[in-house]
């Protein structure tokens, strides 16, 4: 894959890397894991824009190269974003993408810093979104980040979490899908689809993203190891921590996005 512009160089934001072609790679690598990965935006953008409005004040959580952002603007333009994440590589495509847009910022900060919303640009947010990010954390430390989260979301606000939340109750249809979806994986692999793997060695080869690369994963590490716990449980710990209503908005048979209103 090329990701330069012809310019015969690559440089940083705005100066001869293509990062719109660095986003595209991002979500085809993302594709090939879920491929119904943005039907759940679409319901994500829906019932933001049903419960707080085409103007949100959004925070987008762990926001990695800012697809969730992408999307809320695409549909929402008087939107505005607070993208934020630790990791170094991502936000310098995250950066690079939206670098000239005023309705959009981005924080470095780690989630499991009890203090991590001091760094937030603003004390409350209408919105709160993520996507395939928070399943590196175990349940201990993502329900005591849900109490955090319902601190900044504002009376009648709403977080939306959609990622990997396996119901433990229905082994054998988990093992019919998980192996459906491996045999389909396979067939994309051999046309030539860049896997996890792939993607961050192409990304470790490119001269701006090699050294935010080599640092991500001395924070992470090659994989993090965290918990997939059912959507009833992210329902549960949400009320628990402070939010009036949770349910599960959008399922897939691995995959569902819970929604929760202050």
Known sequence: MTVSTGTGHTGTHGTGTDWQAWQESWDRQQEWYM???EERFRVMIDMV?????????????????????????????????????????????????FAG???????????????????LPYESYDAVLTAT???????????????????????GGVFMNAD?????????INAADRAQRHARMDRAKEGGVLDWSAWWELAAQDPVLAAPTARRFEIYGEHADGDTPSADWHARVLREKG?????????????????AVK
């Open 35 to 37: 491929p119904d990965r």
């Open 49 to 97: 824009e049903a419960l707080v409005g085409p103007a949100p004040r959004v925070l987008d959580l762990a926001c990695g190269t800012g697809t969730v952002t992408a999307r809320l603007l695409a549909r929402l333009p008087r939107a505005t974003s607070t993208g934020v994440d630790l990791d170094p590589a991502l936000l310098t495509i995250a950066e690079g993408t």
């Open 101 to 119: 847009d005023d309705r959009v910022s981005f924080v470095t900060a780690d989630l499991k810093d009890p203090h991590w919303t001091a760094r």
């Open 133 to 155: 990010a928070l399943h590196w954390l175990h349940s201990e430390p993502l329900a005591a980040l849900y109490g955090g989260i319902a601190g900044i979301v504002r009376a």
């Open 164 to 172: 990997h939340m396996i119901d433990e109750s229905t082994p054998l």
């Open 243 to 259: 939010f009036a209503e949770a349910r599960a908005v959008w399922r897939s048979p691995s995959d569902a996005l819970v929604l």
